[in-house]
Antibody, heavy 123, light 106 residues
Framework: QVQLQESGPGLVKPSETLSLTCTVS????????WSWIRQPPGKGLEWIGY???????NYNPSLKSRVTISVDTSKNQFSLKLSSVTAADTAVYYC?????????????????WGKGTTVTVSS | EIVMTQSPATLSVSPGERATLSCRAS??????LAWYQQKPGQAPRLLIY???TRATGIPARFSGSGSGTEFTLTISSLQSEDFAVYYC????????FGQGTKLEIK
């Protein structure tokens, strides 16, 4: 079955760029919308953005100016870059597989999640 | 922008009893709603999508209902493994989660 694994530095300095990669195994990255979601300590879930395997993206408006998500289909990976980080960006970061479909409205849900990786922003 | 409000923030229920969790949207989202379960230290798990369709492998004791602005997740007979935090999520140009309901043992 499909599994997702996040990887990247666990500690990032303020004002620098957070970079994470999600590796998809057990299935193809094609035909899905791949999301990044984060969860600050003790708080709820915040969607960051998604990318379609073809490269089209959609970002949370509140983070859009600092977020870039990219995909490498040859490696079955997609990546997150979040620039100019502050302590408020400290969180567990999850990657997830999403399904987007249209039936009068657009529907989107995330059916496979990685285990998450903790990123701390601190000098 | 649509706002998702879950209630109550914390729900205390005894094992074997029924739990009813609510999610309200500030404007209609049709049946565009998903529910997730999250246990401490774990990633969220998809339970329900399209307001009422159970995800693969989800037990029948979990059911979702509602459309428009009012949605409910019902767990018919609580098992010990069901005590967790539950999030609703809608999609209107981008995914948005509710703030969560913590289901605890009474």
């Amino acid at each position: 079955q499909v599994q997702l694994q996040e990887s990247g530095p666990g500690l990032v300095k303020p004002s620098e760029t957070l970079s994470l990669t999600c590796t998809v195994s057990g299935g193809s990255i094609s035909s899905y919308y791949w999301s990044w979601i984060r969860q600050p300590p003790g708080k709820g879930l915040e969607w960051i953005g998604y990318i379609y395997y073809s490269g089209s993206t959609n970002y949370n408006p509140s983070l859009k100016s600092r977020v870039t998500i990219s995909v490498d289909t040859s490696k079955n990976q997609f990546s997150l870059k979040l620039s100019s980080v502050t302590a408020a960006d400290t969180a567990v970061y999850y990657c997830a597989r999403g399904r987007l479909y249209f039936s009068a409205y657009y529907y989107y849900y995330m059916d496979v999640w990685g285990k998450g990786t903790t990123v701390t922003v601190s000098s | 922008e649509i706002v998702m409000t879950q209630s109550p923030a914390t729900l205390s229920v005894s094992p074997g009893e029924r739990a009813t969790l609510s999610c309200r949207a500030s404007q209609s989202v049709s049946s565009n709603l998903a529910w997730y379960q999250q246990k401490p230290g774990q990633a969220p798990r998809l339970l329900i999508y399209g307001a009422s369709t159970r995800a693969t492998g989800i037990p029948a004791r979990f059911s979702g209902s509602g459309s428009g602005t009012e949605f409910t997740l019902t767990i018919s007979s609580l098992q010990s493994e069901d005590f967790a935090v539950y999030y609703c999520q809608q999609y209107n140009n981008w995914p948005l989660f509710g703030q969560g309901t913590k289901l605890e043992i009474k």
